[in-house]
């Protein structure tokens, strides 16, 4: 069996790589300043966050079921407990320039409070950021002045001004993600109708009985999409989060039902997928503004 290669500290990602630490708590590594390249494969376990602007495409990443995707110029981030799957090609000379910092670093900080909003961390799936040579120079201009500061003496100002420039990096990467949604315009419609066609069959195929009401989670392993990564997509181009999205088709079908059919309230609901015909109800008034009985009496 493969051995998982456990990442909880600073030390040891450094000490995997060959290079000198500075920092217990970061720091930032150059591919062509390492002494000793990772096995052909390997499996990390991640016990830090991570960020890569990787410049060659020297393998493959597998990242949860999903390839990576990962090309030239595309920044790859991992957050702790994440376990990737690294199948390197022993002919390509790896190129990246990266980040890593243990969550010890900004507990405590602005930083460690708004992590979560940075979600391309959050990904189980194959998404990577792509980056445009101007955003590839910002990328390597914010890594250059953590690295600065690691290289001097440590004072009282050390740390505040190290987790200031990481967040910095973080934000423009969140930039560069939401630009990217922009310049992908054409892939993400092509989403939207395949989530559109896909609710569809999913009501028309008789799925609500057996599985349940639709979720988030279910459309996205469809597109071999990470939830989180769907769920921007999906706010970016129609400007309705996807939870919504799939509650205003449900509701659609609901209203198809109530007024084509005789059916009673709690047969829709379960028809629906609604374990409790109360809980129907209950978004049905929320959404329409009265409950499925009134609609029913209102259309008469």
């Known amino acids: 069996m493969e051995e998982i290669i456990k990442l909880d500290t600073v030390g040891l990602y450094n000490k995997l790589y060959g290079v000198e630490t500075l920092h217990p708590l970061v720091s930032v590594v150059d591919a062509s300043e390492i002494k000793q390249d990772l096995p052909a494969n390997v499996t990390l376990n991640y016990g830090l966050y991570a960020l890569y602007l990787k410049q060659t495409k020297c393998g493959d990443l597998r990242y949860g079921r999903q390839l990576y995707d990962y090309q030239e110029g595309t920044v790859t981030s991992f957050a702790p407990g994440q ?7 022993t002919n390509v000379r790896p190129q990246w320039q990266g980040l890593v910092f243990h969550p ?3 507990r405590g900080t602005s930083l460690g409070q708004d ?8 990904y189980a799936s194959n ?10 120079s910002i ?7 953590i ?21 910095l990096l973080l934000d423009y990467c969140m930039r560069f993600y939401e630009r990217q949604f922009v310049t992908r315009s054409k892939v993400n419609k092509d989403i939207l109708v395949r989530f559109e066609e896909q ?3 999913y009501f028309q195929g008789g799925h609500p009985q057996s599985e349940g009401l639709p979720t988030v989670k279910y459309f996205a392993d469809r597109m071999n999409l990470s939830p989180n990564y769907f769920g921007d997509l999906v706010k970016k181009e129609t400007g309705r989060t996807a939870q919504e999205y799939i509650q205003g088709k449900l509701i659609e079908v609901a209203k198809q ?26 978004i049905f008034k929320k959404s329409v503004g009265c409950t499925p009985t009134g609609y029913r009496d209102l259309q008469v």
């Open 139 to 145: 990328y390597r201009d914010c890594l250059e002045k």
């Open 127 to 136: 998404e990577a950021l792509h980056l445009s040579d101007e955003e590839k």
């Open 115 to 122: 992590i979560k909003q940075y979600s391309f961390f959050s």
């Open 104 to 106: 010890d670093l900004i």
């Open 147 to 167: 690295k600065m500061e690691l290289a001097r003496p440590v004072d009282k100002h050390s740390r505040r001004l190290i987790v200031r420039n990481i967040e």
């Open 257 to 282: 039902e109530i007024l084509g059919s005789s059916r009673s309230v709690s047969e829709i609901a379960y028809r629906l997928g609604f374990q409790y015909p109360q809980h129907f109800t209950r």
């Open 83 to 89: 376990v990737v799957e690294v199948r390197r090609d």
């Open 199 to 201: 609710l569809d069959a």
